[in-house]
């Protein structure tokens, strides 16, 4: 499991382009094996999962300190690759593409397969410290709340499909969802905003080879971009503001934890202000 430590505000406007990927993205999620990251970002677990043959999610105890991954933590897991399924303790659930499931608190065992191993599944992970366990439950991509924000005049018309959130499948502070752009809109978010009490996590996908998401992040005044391929996930900070612009279309996930988990609570940025 990779460490990646907190990054004040002041250090990030001073980095390079091979800083800013070092700290902030993800570049590589999906093998066969598990790979997992340990953010210092309200503790969030981002991990990723691509398996030919049943594979099990286990993590460092000295890095979580606990006996097993979820003792003191719930998970999120939405699939964005080909039919498979993910066992809780001995209970499988079929997941469907674009199919979610959350994890409460408690699980023991938790194991990830693919029907079909020359199409396999591509299981994204969230994982954030809990107080309480809520119940396992299966979200299918049909049952995901959706929500339609933006103009095609703005080159941001997208839908908002909510899958962990207070109002739906509930949890103690992890809340996921996914956007999907309607055809010729690249813009996922403009104006832009920033969430103080609460980080974000985004992963980008639906990709063709030859497109990239420029991922807009940092302080309104000192604003930078990573650029964004097929899979890879943008760790954003509170303080950091959050958009992007496609070279063509994409969807992403977007994953929060932190103080709440009210979807509106969002510090909107005026466009005078960006720099």
Known sequence: MEVRHAVHPDHAAAMDTDELREHFLIESLFEEEPTMVYSFYDRLIVAGVKPTKPVSLEADPKIIGADYLL???????????????????????????????????????????????????????????????????????ADAQPVTLGEVEN??????????????????????????????????????????RRMEAYIYFDMSPENVV???????????????????????????LHSGVGTGAYTFIWGMAGENQTFTDMDGIDMGELK
């Open 71 to 141: 003792q003191r933590r719930e998970m999120g897991v939405i699939n964005i690759g080909g039919p498979g399924s993910v066992a809780v303790d001995g209970e499988g659930y079929a997941m469907a593409p674009r199919d979610g499931l959350f994890i409460g608190m408690g699980g023991r065992e938790i194991a990830f397969n693919s029907d079909d191993a020359a199409n396999p599944a591509r299981f994204y992970i969230l994982s954030a410290p809990a107080h309480t366990t809520y119940p396992t439950t299966h979200i299918s991509f």
């Open 155 to 196: 080159s941001n018309k997208r839908t908002i499909r909510k899958y962990i959130h207070p109002d739906g499948v509930k949890s103690c502070q992890l809340v996921m969802g996914m956007t999907t752009l309607e055809t010729g809109c690249v813009w996922n978010t403009m104006p832009p905003h920033s969430h103080q």
């Open 214 to 240: 420029f991922h807009l992040m940092g302080e309104p005044d000192e604003t930078r971009h990573i650029v964004v391929r097929e899979g890879q996930v943008v760790l954003s900070p509170s303080w950091s």
